[in-house]
């Protein structure tokens, strides 16, 4: 089975065109299984990450045919395209700077909370929201985090992702959101939380098409549109839904 591997040697992106043998008679391959036969055969320094092979851990997330897939969970098929995430600085081969998403959010999920101690449940809606599993699928098409490249997301140079992407994207949001849903957080934590996703560009949320998440959860409903509706006037333009 003939797959299309994208590398990145020294700066330079190159296309390999890998043939996948099948273990088995009728095997359906994963991506991640397609990865590591090539490193273990044609490719032996091949980047890529993998952790869990569960769909636990979120960081084997590549694009393929230009779309973000969990690479331990989806089918290869023949011709298929694998390439790092177009949404993030590539570090090699299919290996995306990860940590730009993690630092935008220091400062920013750790509101007041309410007595620790505190004997309260959580609402179903904040259980859903747990399920996020880190994969950054869903920056994909986001114009949020766009904002952050300008017109080229590929682009390593720029901005510094060691200081924090200065614009959000639908996983930090999520983050926000679930604080809101946090019973032990008070209220004016719950309204440092919506602050920092106003701050964080959720006005381009506003006529957005909304985003998908890999693992399913809904982020338009769930997410943004929770954000915009408490969000109000203080964000220009619709602000009852992404639609
Ligand atoms: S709805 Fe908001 S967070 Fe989702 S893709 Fe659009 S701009 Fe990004
Ligand atoms: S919200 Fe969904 S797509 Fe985004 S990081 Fe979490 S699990 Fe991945
Ligand atoms: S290896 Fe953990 S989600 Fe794929």
Redesign the pocket.
Known sequence: MKIDIVTTRNGVRETVAYDYRPRQEGERPMILDVLLQAQATALPDLAFRYGCRARNC?VC?VDVNGRPRIACRARVRAGDRIEPMATLPVLADLVVRRDGIARQLQGRTTPDHRDPDVNAEAPEAYHDLT?????????DGCPMHARNFGDDAADAAAPDAATGYRWGN??SL?KLQRLRLDPCVSEDGRQAALDAAIDLGLDACVGCKG?????G?D?KGGVVGELLAAAGDRVPGDGASAS
């Open positions: 979120g997330t399920a996020c599993i880190e994969c950054y699928a869903c920056l639908p996983f999520l985003c998908k998440c890999g693992v959860i982020l």
